[in-house]
Nanobody, 126 residues
Framework: VQLVESGGGLVQPGGSLKLSCAPS????????IGWFRQAPGKEREGVSC????????YVADSVKGRFTISRDNAKNTVYLQMNSLKPEDTAVYYC????????????????????WGQGTQVTVSS
């Protein structure tokens, strides 16, 4: 299983980026696809997740109102639209997928996902 992220880069505070995650096979093969991030010296944290069964999503409080997750099954891609970016959003962003997990308001945890991408760097700096 391969998950390929793209769309990272350098952006000024207040700017926007859109990350993409394209799994091998179909997005429908994975019940949940999520985004995590890891800043230097910090643990990997869950950012957002989307379920294939009903399209429901989870968004972490730290990015709520600024980040939006979506999926386009026809293009076999999951997106993370990031707006109003802040320097504290700087991190390596990882796409993760699992065939059985169901995203919920309970939270998003590394141990719940079996497949991971290689990560894409997002740097928010002036």
């Amino acid at each position: 299983v391969q998950l390929v992220e793209s769309g990272g880069g350098l952006v000024q505070p207040g700017g926007s980026l859109k990350l993409s995650c394209a799994p091998s096979g179909s997005t429908l093969d994975y019940h949940a696809i999520g985004w995590f991030r890891q800043a230097p010296g910090k643990e990997r944290e869950g950012v957002s997740c989307i379920n294939s069964s009903d399209g429901s999503t989870y968004v972490a409080d730290s990015v709520k109102g600024r980040f939006t997750i979506s999926r386009d099954n026809a293009k076999n891609t999951v997106y993370l639209q990031m707006n109003s970016l802040k320097p504290e959003d700087t991190a390596v962003y990882y796409c993760a997928a699992d065939p059985d997990y169901y995203c919920s308001d309970f939270g998003l945890f590394v141990a719940d996902f079996g497949s991971w991408g290689q990560g894409t760097q997002v740097t928010v700096s002036s």
